[in-house]
């Protein structure tokens, strides 16, 4: 390969001497590599993104401005270099190189081997010294040992190429051919003589003899006897009539097919061609690669057949594919048995390690011979995994053994933990990788799980069932319908309570809350408990007292005895007071039970009223009234010619009709306006028909 290398600035600053009168010269002995890609900079001082340096590096000038480099790696390692630096010894960055795209790949069982020829756009390249590494390849010149072409015979017979050379073969061709191109009267070449006689001398081409005869004018005919050492020219001959063609089969033969072009024909038509660059075609096709094959709608569209005919101790029929020095792979029917397989270094001498394969059931297997399913990953030791890669973001895994054996799990490879496992008796682990139960869920702080349906809310109930073997007997869940949390035992038995591994409450089958056994629990502390019903000592309410037969009558302080918080002792007869001091009485009895005026609006007790049972303010909300009575407002959104939907925050016991105060927008299906398509307990839906889009305001009054 030749490049363009960008010198450094320190480079540069090395190749002048220390009086600043003249040059320098500097010796390379080192190669810095480097996979990132990057535009080379003569102000740079380090190689970009340097992955290793090699000391393996030779050189020598092959001009004044360029030189050949050799450098070689035969280590282990593997990398990309897409960039290469050349370090001066005393570690100086003298110069590089870099491109987008791969200059090379080396594998851990290759070597890599750099050979270059490097111009410099502005500096003598004679300044530049390489160290005493014994090894260079560049281009050989009349004064430069080095690497050469071999010429063709056709290269070597044209005499117009200065830089490839001849082997002897090639060398004895070239002049055999000059020399017959030369050949004619005049030419003074003996080779218009036969051992110094004229064609005078021989006998005519209509004569016959013994081994060989005159077909036509453009061909011989060998009929028998021996020929060697002979060159024999023939006309270019055509598919239909070949220049070198058999005598019983005149339109079966090699002709020309074009500028060192070879054609192969049978039964008058071209079969096959060798093009200039040594592509190779078939039936016409098209030379875009070496080897290209062409047919009009095969049976079966098969092209070509690989096919191993051998009666038994059968090795297989396979392609092979290698890439230089790099493993070669080969795919193709498997030694004796009925599958198509992957292999990786399988060669004439080595087996090789089966990939892959597809079995004659159409199951195809990575890591087994027999795949018994459409798709089996075969491992040990956590290598059964198929990888699902988010590029930068995240790898997960599905694996056989990942975690541990007999473990099924999907992983997160990229923070290296286990988020979902089955174990071999059927346990599944959530944020484990062994299971201990048959659903084992593990989180951190907070909530670890999460159940539930689709439904909207007050739409649906969503349970879990607990059964045996003869069904359901059990369950527990939230009732969405009034937003309430089930717990339900389906069969003749208790739901019991307890703590500390025992049971200390029950629901018995007729719905009596009690203790499991007896009085032995209380509810409430020892000091305020109730047992079988009783309260063992004064029980207070809210921080009051509560009344009973035990603590009825004067002195109890309950305002069960007091007439709205006074004894009787406060009341006299009403003829001993003056009106003032009966005004000031009622007064101080002023309150909910007096039945004085004053508790009343416009003479009606609160009873008399709507009370608000519930409400919600909101831009879409709702208040709903102590005798069921319910008023429920919002807006909603239309579009053009679709439906809008709409869920009430309550549900009505009976299905009200919204009102829409915006009325010119709403009519009939008939007009291209905004339509109520349908109405029930827990909302309604509306068809825009027309061409607006927007909000519309609406509200439900109902019951």
């Known amino acids: 390969m030749a490049i363009t290398i960008i010198v450094t600035n320190a480079g540069r600053a090395a190749l002048v001497n220390a009086a600043n009168t003249g ?185 016959t003899h013994g081994t060989m005869a005159t077909q036509n004018a453009n061909a011989v005919a060998i009929t028998g006897g021996t020929l060697g050492n002979v060159s024999v020219g023939v006309v270019d001959g055509t598919a239909g009539a070949p220049g070198l063609f058999w005598n019983a089969d005149p339109d ?26 040594g592509k190779v075609t078939l039936n016409g096709a098209t030379p875009n690669y070496l080897f290209n094959a062409a047919s009009s709608n095969p049976a079966r569209g098969i092209l070509a057949d690989v096919a191993n005919i051998a009666a038994a101790d059968l090795n297989g029929a396979m ?144 349970y879990f069932g607990i059964t045996d073997a003869t069904g359901r007997k059990a369950f527990f869940g939230y009732g969405g319908n009034n937003d309430d949390l089930h717990i339900m035992n389906e069969v003749a038995g208790r739901l019991g309570f307890g703590t500390n591994g025992a049971f200390r409450w029950v629901i018995s089958q007729s719905g009596d809350f009690e203790p499991n056994a007896g009085e032995a629990y209380d509810i409430g502390s020892s000091g305020m408990r109730i047992r079988s019903g009783h309260f063992g000592t004064s029980v207070q309410i809210a921080g009051n007292a509560a009344w009973h037969a035990g603590n009825d009558g004067s002195g109890s302080g309950l305002d069960a005895d007091l007439l709205d918080g006074f004894h009787a002792s406060y009341f006299l007869p009403a003829a001993t007071f003056s009106a003032a001091e009966i005004l000031s009485r009622l007064l101080t009895v002023d309150g909910p039970g007096s039945g004085l005026n004053a508790d009343l609006l416009d003479g009606l007790q609160a009873s008399d009223f709507l009370q608000i049972a519930a409400a919600s303010v909101l831009q879409n909300g709702y208040i709903a009234f102590s005798n069921g009575l319910k008023i429920i407002w919002g807006r909603v959104s239309v579009s053009m010619d679709s439906y809008s939907n709409v869920t009430y925050p309550i549900s009505f016991d009976t299905v009200p009709t919204p009102v829409f105060p915006t009325i010119d927008q709403i009519g009939t299906a008939s007009q291209q306006n905004t339509l109520l398509a349908s109405s029930t307990i827990s909302g309604f839906s509306i068809y825009q028909a027309g061409d607006i889009s927007g909000s519309l305001p609406y509200h439900v009054i109902g019951k």
């Open 23 to 207: 040059t320098n010269a500097v010796t390379i002995t080192q190669l810095g590599i480097t996979a990132t890609a990057f535009a080379a900079d003569p102000a740079q001082v380090a190689l970009p993104g340097e992955i290793k340096r090699i000391a393996s590096v030779a050189g020598v000038v092959v001009a004044d401005d360029a030189i050949h480099v050799t450098a070689s790696d035969v280590t282990t390692d593997a990398y990309t270099m897409r960039g290469f630096a050349l370090y001066l010894a005393d570690g100086t960055l003298f110069a590089l190189y870099g491109q987008a795209g791969a200059i090379l790949n080396k594998t851990a069982e290759s070597m890599m081997l750099l050979a270059a020829d490097i111009a410099f756009a502005d500096i003598d390249a004679t300044m530049i010294e390489f160290g005493d590494t014994n090894f260079i390849l560049p281009p050989a010149t009349t004064e430069i040992l080095g690497l050469v072409e071999l010429a063709t015979t056709a290269e070597g017979q044209a005499g117009s190429d200065n830089s490839r050379v001849l082997t002897p073969y090639v060398g004895k061709q070239s002049v055999l051919g000059w020399l017959l191109s030369q050949d004619g009267a005049g030419s003074g070449l003996d080779a218009d003589l036969l051992d110094g006689l004229h064609a005078s001398a021989f006998a005519l081409a209509g004569h």
């Open 252 to 277: 079966v033969g090699l002709f020309r097919a074009g500028a060192n072009a070879l054609g192969v024909a049978t039964a008058g038509a071209e079969r096959m061609r060798i093009g200039p660059d």
């Open 319 to 462: 392609l092979s594919f290698t890439q230089n020095t790099i493993n070669n792979w080969c795919i193709g029917q498997a030694p004796g048995v009925d599958a198509f397989a992957f292999y990786r270094g399988r060669n004439g001498a080595a087996d090789g390690i089966e990939i892959a394969r597809f079995a004659a059931s159409g199951n195809f297997g990575i890591g087994t011979t027999t795949p018994g399913a459409r798709l089996q990953v075969a491992g040990t030791g956590g290598s059964s995994v198929i990888s699902l890669l988010e590029t930068g973001v995240r790898n997960w895994a599905i694996r056989s053994g990942g975690a541990a054996t007999n473990i099924f799990d999907i992983a997160d490879l990229t923070a290296g933990a286990t988020r979902f496992a089955i174990n071999s008796a059927g346990n599944v682990g959530i944020g484990t990788a062994m299971p201990g139960t048959p659903l084992h869920v593990v989180g951190g702080s907070g909530q670890f799980a999460t159940f539930g349906n689709a439904n909207a809310r007050g739409t649906g109930n969503s």
